[in-house]
């Protein structure tokens, strides 16, 4: 559906992030949590193993220092026994740890992808239950991209990121404890060592991340700038602005590589400061170590043991930076899913109880409708209208009259603001959409199709249909002699987007497709452009076939097709102004027969 | 090197002995066109091993000369823990100076890389003939410059670092050496199971990691093409259904996400085990070799040590060869680009004439494949002033024909000329500044109004509005919330089809050019609004003041306007005439402009 220059209406989604924006990054994690439970199968397990998994790095430095102590650092009488023993338990230790990582990250693993794939299933199907996507074209890349590169941001944090934290939190943690029982003056020289690193990680997470935004920025304008060159080709060519694009291009590149290499200075400061921090420590561990060893305070042993111990340090200091940021942007994708699955659905289904719509072909009625989007003016004004059963509806008037909006409440793609629209006598808000669905289908203006082969297309309309069913179908709507120009009859791929067709076959394949439906009243928004006469003859031909014996509403563009129905409706800045038939709208002298003035003053041109 | 346009994952795994020696000559080609930046980058890679390596020497002297001797005399060891702490210094701070050429320096190596090349294939896009462009998706030409320009150099990501890591195991071997002989074999036999593990590790997870990424782009696929067809799924209930669709994608995704997961999951804590297990074997050996006196404490504290520093810089060398094959991939794909020959050769001629142009087609062929003509003999005469419309259906030619007037595609013979010039003999800018296309669908610029008008033209602010005034577009223009300044395209404000085809016509007058070819470019605006503009430009082009006028059209109203009708059928002027002639003695014609009316009696017999 073509977008108009709508007034700047409140988006749902909008809102939604504007309420959420005051959560914090650990009340997402536990609403994330909420919303796909799977991810929490077995968490406790999985963060005891995790705890167990710390344990095999710290036991190394006891290992030392009992063996040096045991008689190695004196170079002679070594106590064999003990050394054993703890090489040992050691051994026993790692293989544990070996074990508890891998069970530990197996459960992560499977934990965080059912989770997930369960959250972003959930995101695609609330996708589809949100009005907007019918509204607004423009929102449709951002909501791909939340049911795909967020999720895999989010998937990315919990089984990379997410650990790293957990495992170097919790190895630095041990580190710090088996120090203390050492000596703890020797601990607070390690931890002041390291101290100024960990006062200035908050700066250097803060910078890096506002680097990297500039490097998304960049990225975005680099990849539109790209695309001229490609998707513009002929234009660029036409107009001979080649080099004029190429300077943009270039431009485009050099920001973003401007913007990498600030964002890599960054990166590789922290952690090399990391690295001379650890240094700091070394030094200061055998200066305050041999002080407190000469004192006879500590083992010798123990000072070097220290030495492995800040080896702990070192390493996970170099990655939090970068660990902070990449846990800022999946906690920024997380929070956009939940955002999306935490946006009320603005037109809900009543469910099966509600009571069936009775049979045969029913008519519809506006009872005082008023709409209007969430914020903006209103789009309909009090429209007051009846139409009986079998009766053949064309609806009139300028972009933004409000002729689609009347449509699209027919078909319940929206709720109105006041006032019931009913069908069969029911009101529709009260009529489940399984119900709804099998009387009434809206078909949209371009005939859209799904790449795979004609026969599954046309199966939309209805998933049991046999190809015997299809091939009636196609008869019925008089289109034998198209379809046999085929190449593969119902196995012809259409491609994507049904692009394999001409623009006047893929409308033939939603008339067949709606006709499979077998609904009792059709909606048709009239298609605008221009498709090869020929094609359009036999689209014109088909859609007469599939209105017989239904009750029709057809947004029209052409006058034609008012003129062939029974009842014209005409919409002025949202009010129903005119109403009657074609004959009757032409004599009255008003919006109707100025159109049609200008349409008979066309074709007379043909004589 | 191959230049198979097509290299897959798949074939690649049949010959991974090739894409490795493929791979290296990649490694080289980048190596040598950033040679001084790269130098640097592995000379700091190579200090910043070396380092780690003399790290652990300092700590075993620090235990031989200054911590055993202090507990032993019970007196602290001044001149020796003065050195000592100095040298942990400089080590530190060298080290640190090496890790920030290698990945600052390594970093922008990288980024250079990819930057060269993404001007050098967009270059190329802007040299490429249209018939070129014609042959390859958008899609892929746009992944050629991204995606795969970033994939065919990745690896100098861990390249310097890998490079390092050489250096620094010959180092540790060095030092081991130095230290003790028995304790080295330790060595020898943990680096290169430490080596293999890791190739073994990239090898088995790569071909893994490539499914998954493939299954991430079905269920984007899906995800982008169900919401395209919301509408339809919607009104056809189809909701419960795609969700299943999509959720078989999405659930193959899980599982493959999965099932490198499991392979991770074995190696990560592996490598971790294996430098303390080594350690382990250390201090058993060392136990012994101290005890004999062929060793000091301080060696094996030195050599345990090192084990504990060297064992994760290692894994460079596996990122390195696990991501080669990718990398190989993606160059190849470059490769196409890059190697694609075909410009288009223009004249050296320029048009000087004043007031509408006169276009004449000479006898003009054209075929996009050998044997299927699309034009076969096209005569045409295109007075300066007229307004020609081209009338047929859909395949007759008519597109074509309009792509041969700026050149977008060459006849294969005969010839097109303006004002009996003939257009290969134009420059390209003359050719451009006289003759303006406006296509069927409109291509807007990720820029403002008034850019997306004047293309970088000098046009004063006057002009852009008078053109915007010309083809109705300045009401909606001044109503947009910056004016001239607001900003287009994907990240700016969005036009509905008939504002962004008014756009385009705009875009063509501000040039004023004195021959406008207009390809069913008013499709999508409202006929009360067409019927404006064409009149205006027919009016100007009957005062000689606007261009001569060649119009693909469909709607009666546009034909009316034109002086002329050409009726092309299959590749050849059936017939032309006025309109009403046409009409009176072309069956063929009647039934095609006449399809609409008859669509109508049919449904009134119905």
Redesign the interface.
């Known amino acids: 559906?073509?977008?108009?220059?709508e007034e700047r209406v409140v988006d749902p989604l909008d809102a939604q992030e504007a309420r959420s924006a005051r959560l914090t990054g650990l009340e997402i994690i536990k609403r994330g949590l909420a919303l796909s439970p799977a991810i929490k199968d077995g968490i406790g397990v999985t963060l005891l193993l995790a705890m167990l998994?710390t344990v095999?790095?710290t036991?190394?430095p006891i290992?030392?220092q009992v063996?040096?102590d045991a008689?190695?650092?004196e170079?002679?009488?070594?106590d064999?026994g003990e050394?054993?023993l703890w090489?040992g338990i050691?051994?026993a230790l790692?293989?544990v740890?070996?074990?508890c990582?891998?069970a530990m990250?197996?459960r992560?693993?499977?934990a965080s992808?059912?989770g997930?794939?369960q959250m972003?299933?959930q995101a695609?199907?609330h996708?589809?239950?949100l009005s907007m996507?019918?509204q607004n074209?423009?929102r449709?890349g951002v909501?791909?991209s939340r049911?795909?590169s967020d999720i895999?941001q989010v998937?990315l944090f919990l089984?990379f990121t997410g650990i790293m934290i957990v495992v170097s939190v919790g190895q630095m943690i041990v580190a710090t404890i088996v120090m203390a029982y050492y000596s703890w003056q020797l601990t607070i020289v390690v931890l002041v060592c390291f101290l100024p690193l960990a006062v200035s990680m908050k700066w250097f997470a803060e910078r890096l991340s506002q680097a990297y935004d500039t490097v998304r920025r960049t990225v975005?304008?680099?990849?539109?700038?790209?695309?001229?060159?490609?998707?513009?080709?002929?234009?660029?060519?036409?107009?001979?602005?080649?080099a004029?694009?190429?300077r943009?291009?270039?431009h485009g590149?050099?920001a973003?590589?401007q913007a990498?290499?600030s964002a890599?200075?960054l990166?590789?400061?922290t952690?090399?400061?990391a690295?001379?921090a650890?240094?700091?420590a070394?030094?200061g561990v055998?200066?305050a170590?041999?002080?407190l060893?000469?004192a006879g305070g500590l083992s010798?042993g123990t000072?070097?043991a220290f030495?492995?111990l800040v080896?702990l340090f070192v390493?996970p200091v170099q990655i939090a930076t970068q660990v902070l940021t990449e846990a800022q942007n999946a906690i920024a994708s997380w929070r956009r899913v939940i955002d999306l699955l935490d946006t009320p659905a603005d037109v809900v289904d009543p469910g099966s109880s509600a009571p069936p719509l009775p049979d045969g072909v029913l008519g519809a009625r506006f009872d005082h409708v008023t709409f209007a989007y969430p914020g903006g003016p209103d789009v309909l004004r009090d429209v007051d209208v009846e139409i009986a059963p079998r009766q053949r509806v064309a609806v009139v008037g300028?972009?933004g009259s409000g002729k689609t909006t009347f449509a699209k409440l027919l078909?319940r793609?929206m709720d109105p603001v006041t006032g019931t629209v009913s069908l069969g006598g029911s009101d529709i808000s009260t009529v489940s959409?399984?119900e709804l669905?099998?009387h009434v289908?809206?078909?949209?203006q371009e005939g859209?199709?799904?790449?795979a082969t004609l026969r599954e297309n046309l199966l939309?309309?209805k998933?049991d249909a046999d190809d015997a069913a299809l091939l009636a179908v196609v008869d019925g709507l008089g289109l034998s002699d198209w379809f046999a120009t085929l190449p593969r009859g119902l196995d012809t791929r259409v491609g994507?987007?049904g692009e394999s067709l001409?623009a006047?076959e893929r409308q033939l394949v939603?008339l067949l497709?709606s006709a499979l439906?077998d609904p009792d009243f059709l909606v048709l928004d009239e298609a605008?452009?221009?498709?090869?006469?020929?094609?359009?003859?036999r689209a014109?031909?088909a859609l007469?076939?599939l209105l017989?014996g239904r009750t029709s509403v057809t947004i029209a563009h052409?006058l034609?097709t008012a003129?062939?129905s029974d009842r014209v409706l005409v919409f002025d800045a949202g009010r129903l102004v005119e109403d009657g038939t074609h004959a009757e709208l032409v004599d009255a002298g008003g919006v109707y027969a100025r159109?049609h003035a200008?349409?008979v003053a066309?074709?007379r041109?043909?004589? | 090197m191959s230049d198979s346009p097509s290299a897959t994952t798949d074939n690649l795994s049949a010959s991974t002995d090739q894409v490795m020696g493929r791979g290296f000559r990649l490694l080289g080609r980048g190596m040598s066109e950033q040679r001084f930046l790269f130098t640097i980058s592995v000379v700091g890679s190579v200090v910043y091993g070396a380092m780690t390596v003399a790290?652990a020497w300092?700590?075993g002297w620090?235990?031989d000369h200054?911590?055993?001797p202090?507990?032993e005399k019970?007196?602290?060891?001044k001149g020796a823990?003065a050195v000592?702490?100095l040298l942990?210094?400089t080590?530190?701070?060298l080290?640190?100076?090496g890790?920030?050429a290698r990945?600052?320096i390594g970093?922008?190596v990288y980024?250079?890389l990819?930057?060269d090349y993404?001007?050098r294939v967009?270059?190329r896009?802007?040299?490429l003939p249209?018939s070129w462009?014609h042959k390859h998706p958008?899609g892929q030409?746009?992944s050629n410059?991204?995606a795969d320009v970033e994939a065919a150099w990745a690896v100098f990501m861990p390249l310097p670092m890998a490079i390092g890591v050489i250096a620094m195991l010959v180092a540790a071997v060095v030092a081991m050496l130095l230290a003790d002989v028995v304790l080295t074999v330790v060595g020898l036999v943990v680096f290169p199971a430490l080596f293999g593990i890791n190739v073994f590790y990239q090898r088995w997870l790569s071909p893994k990691v490539s499914h998954a990424q493939s299954l991430?782009g079905d269920?984007?696929?899906v995800?982008?093409?169900?919401?395209?067809?919301?509408?339809?799924?919607?009104?056809?209930?189809?909701?419960a259904?795609?969700?299943a669709r999509?959720?078989r994608h999405?659930?193959a995704?899980?599982d493959a996400?999965?099932a490198v997961?499991?392979i991770?999951?074995?190696f990560?804590?592996?490598l971790?085990?294996l430098p303390?297990?080594a350690?382990?074997a250390v201090?058993?050996i060392?136990?012994d070799r101290?005890?004999s006196?062929a060793a000091?404490?301080g060696d094996?504290?030195q050599v345990?040590?090192l084990f504990?520093?060297v064992a994760?810089p290692v894994r460079a060398i596996g990122w390195v060869l696990g991501e080669l094959p990718r990398s190989v991939v993606g160059w190849d794909r470059v490769r196409t680009v890059l190697d694609a020959t075909g410009e288009?050769p223009y004249g050296s001629r320029e048009l000087d004439g004043a007031g509408p142009a006169r276009l004449r087609l000479e006898d003009v062929r054209f075929e996009y494949e050998a044997g299927t003509e699309v034009l076969s003999g096209v005569d045409l005469d295109l007075e300066p002033g007229r307004v020609v419309a081209v009338v047929g259906?859909?395949?007759a030619g008519k597109s074509t024909l309009t792509?041969l007037l700026?050149?977008?595609v060459d006849p294969v013979s005969g010839r097109v000329l303006v004002d009996e010039v003939d257009v290969r003999d134009l420059t390209?800018?003359s050719?451009?500044?006289h003759v303006?296309?406006v296509?069927q669908s409109t291509?807007l610029?990720?820029d403002s109004v008034r850019e997306n008008v004047t293309?970088?033209a000098d046009v004063p602010d006057d002009g852009v509005w008078a053109a915007l005034r010309a083809v109705q577009a300045d009401g909606?223009v001044s109503?947009l919330p910056r004016g001239l300044d607001t900003q287009l395209?994907?990240?700016g404000t969005?036009?509905?089809?008939?504002?962004r085809q008014r756009l385009a016509l705009a875009?063509a007058l501000v040039?004023r050019p004195r021959l406008l070819v207009m390809d069913?470019a008013t499709?999508?605006v409202?006929?009360?609004v067409e019927?404006r503009i064409l009149a205006a430009l027919a009016e100007h082009t009957a005062d000689e003041d606007g261009p001569s006028v060649l119009v693909v059209a469909?709607?009666?109203?546009t034909?009316?306007l034109a002086d002329e009708v050409v009726f092309l059928d299959d590749g050849r002027i059936a017939d032309r005439g006025t309109?009403?002639e046409l009409?009176g003695r072309s069956a063929d014609y009647r039934?095609?402009?006449?399809?609409?009316?008859?669509?109508?009696e049919?449904?009134?017999l119905?």
Do not use: C
């Open positions: 559906m073509t977008t108009k220059t998994s095999g790095g036991v190394v290992v030392i063996a040096i008689g190695l650092g170079g002679g009488h070594t064999r050394v054993h090489v050691a051994l790692i293989a740890t070996a074990v990582a891998y990250r197996v992560l693993f499977v992808e059912r997930l794939t972003r299933v695609f199907r996708v589809h239950d996507l019918t074209a423009e449709r909501l791909v049911v795909t895999d998937s089984q975005g304008e680099m990849l539109a700038v790209i695309a001229e060159p490609v998707v513009g080709a002929s234009v660029v060519r036409s107009h001979a602005i080649e004029r694009t190429q943009r291009v270039d590149i050099d973003n590589l990498n290499v890599q200075r990166v590789a400061v952690f090399a400061s690295g001379v650890g240094g700091l070394n030094a055998v200066i170590g041999v002080a060893g000469v010798m000072v070097i030495a492995f080896g390493g300028e972009t078909t793609l959409f399984d669905r099998r289908l809206m078909v949209p859209f199709l799904f790449d939309y309309g998933a994507q987007r001409s006047g939603a497709r439906a605008t452009s221009a498709v090869d006469p020929q094609t359009e003859l014109t031909r007469e076939r017989e052409r034609s003129e062939n159109l200008s349409w066309q074709s041109l043909d004589h | 790290d300092v700590l620090a235990t200054v911590i055993r202090s507990f019970g007196e602290m060891v823990l000592s702490v942990f210094m080590v530190a701070i080290r640190a100076l890790v920030i990945r600052l970093g922008i980024y250079r990819v930057a993404r001007r967009t270059r896009y802007l040299a249209m462009h958008t030409l746009l410059a991204n991430r269920v984007s696929a995800a982008h093409e169900s919401f395209d067809g919301a509408l339809v799924i919607k009104s056809l209930g189809r909701e259904d795609e969700t999509f959720a999405a659930e995704l899980r996400n999965i997961g499991r991770r999951s074995i990560d804590p592996l971790e085990a303390n297990l350690v382990l201090i058993l060392g136990i101290v005890a006196g000091a404490p094996v504290v345990a040590y504990t520093v994760f288009m259906a859909t395949g792509s700026t050149r977008l390209h800018g050719l451009a500044e303006a296309v296509p291509f610029f990720d293309l970088g909606f109503a395209g994907e990240r969005t036009l509905s089809g008939g504002q875009r040039r069913d499709s999508a409202d006929p009360e019927q469909y709607r009666k109203a034909i009316a309109h009403a009409i039934l095609l402009v006449d399809a609409y009316d008859q669509a109508r049919a449904g009134d119905a």
